[in-house]
């Protein structure tokens, strides 16, 4: 269990381009401010003079996978894209800020999607997250969207007091729910947790919220269950055994820690049978890019640099 107490500001200014934003602004290091109480936090990681470099110079890190899907007890090819860049987060509307303030968080962010066709009709996925860079907290925020031809459903998960969730979905039985959840570490932020430093990562027996994605995906409740994690030099894998489902993450053991490929495999039990799907996903290309600056038809060069066309 987090304990709670009162935060104070620890300020280290840096001067970064934002994301989506075509004028450079000024960023802080900024721990969150705040009367209310919050999660207790860990000291700060330090950040290298490398990860500066690498991602405070105004651009984003755009990787592309080849992937294969499991979905509907079949293999779908498709791609997933994976989209790191630093920007400046508003503490309390939790929303990305256009301008400079000494109470703003830096943040890691995370855009990772999926694309794959089931049959006749395709799939679009799309998962959120807004890691402190600091490293020293749980995210912030983290948001999911899973759009098929049925169609589609929505999940918003914000840190505060407690963790708040809202989700919304055109089954029967998900419509419109409101929770609060105990904080507990999300799948979600450990591939941003393992960009900044992986040897932080938690390791052994944890309470773990599953992926957004996942939960939504399976049709799970939204909750911390128990998981096993492991970490290797170049892995890092995560199983839940309640739910029959283990995550293995390979990246780069050296800075940027960039991820490599993935692969994630459920075990399904129906009566006497098991169904055993593996989904895999492969690093095609990777190209560091302002990409909010590059909207004209003349940039469509570079989804074939990323090997998306």
Known sequence: MIKLKPLFAILTVISIFTSCKEKPVTTTETQITSESETEVLEPKTKLTADFKNYWYNGEAEITSYKLEQARYGEIREGTAVLVFVTEDF??????????????????????????FN???????????TFYPVANNQHALKISASVQEWCGHVYTQLNNRDAFEVQSHSYFQGEADENLKLDKAWTENELWTKLRIDPKSLPV????????????????????????ITKLETNSYTISFPELNRTLKINFNPNFPFDILGWEETTVKESGTSTETLTTKASKLASIK?????????????LRETLKLQ
């Open 289 to 301: 890019s302002d990409y909010w600056n590059k909207k004209s038809n003349s940039d469509i060069n």
């Open 90 to 115: 508003l503490p309390d509307a939790q929303v990305k800020a256009d301008n400079y303030n000494e109470n703003n968080i830096p943040v890691l962010k995370l855009n990772a999607t999926k694309n």
């Open 204 to 227: 052994g027996q944890i309470e773990l919220i599953p992926s957004l994605e996942s939960l939504r995906l399976n049709h799970e409740e939204l909750k911390a269950y128990e998981a």
């Open 118 to 128: 089931t049959g006749i009709y395709p799939y679009s996925i799309m998962q959120s």
